[in-house]
């Protein structure tokens, strides 16, 4: 940390000292005391902030944030007793895809690709190797 930044106590994150964030932290009650911010006692308590959990990224969303309002304007189904929010069923590009994971699942997928180039995966690190050459690259042979 420089001497012209200090951190931030609601997130923990580094701030510029005088920049936006630090005026604002000041107005709402805190105090730049030897290098860093502290809360002044008079101040009244910080907001509560309320989450909800997006199913589709695994990810929190500020109530009532950017986001959160842009999800409401797409259409998604909030499910205020589980604090979740789900997409709607008309957008499937929404919805994850199932990546393949393992050897077999990707060669199920991209085996034909493959055979087009005269290649295969080696089964140990997944690196292109040439049909010829078997299942297991040099390192793993």
């Not at 959160?68 to 929404?94: H, Q, V």
């Not at 699942?105 to 055979?115: F, G, P, S, Y």
């Amino acid at each position: 940390m420089s001497i012209r930044n200090t951190i931030n106590p609601k997130t923990g994150r580094e701030i510029r000292i005088g920049g936006a964030c630090f005026c604002k932290l000041l107005y709402e009650g805190y105090d730049y005391i030897n290098g860093s911010l502290v809360r002044r006692e008079t101040a009244p308590p910080p907001e509560t902030r309320i989450f909800v959990h997006n199913v589709v990224t695994n990810r929190s969303i500020l109530v009532g944030g950017r986001q959160y309002k842009s999800y409401i304007r797409a259409g998604w189904i909030l499910d205020e007793n589980e604090s979740k929010f789900y997409p709607p069923e008309d957008s499937p590009r929404l919805v994850p895809r199932n990546n393949p994971t393992t050897y077999e699942e990707i060669m199920a997928v991209h085996r034909e690709k493959l055979t087009n180039l005269n290649l295969t995966l080696c089964r140990e690190c997944l690196c292109a190797i040439k049909i010829e050459e078997g299942e297991y690259c040099r390192e793993h042979s």
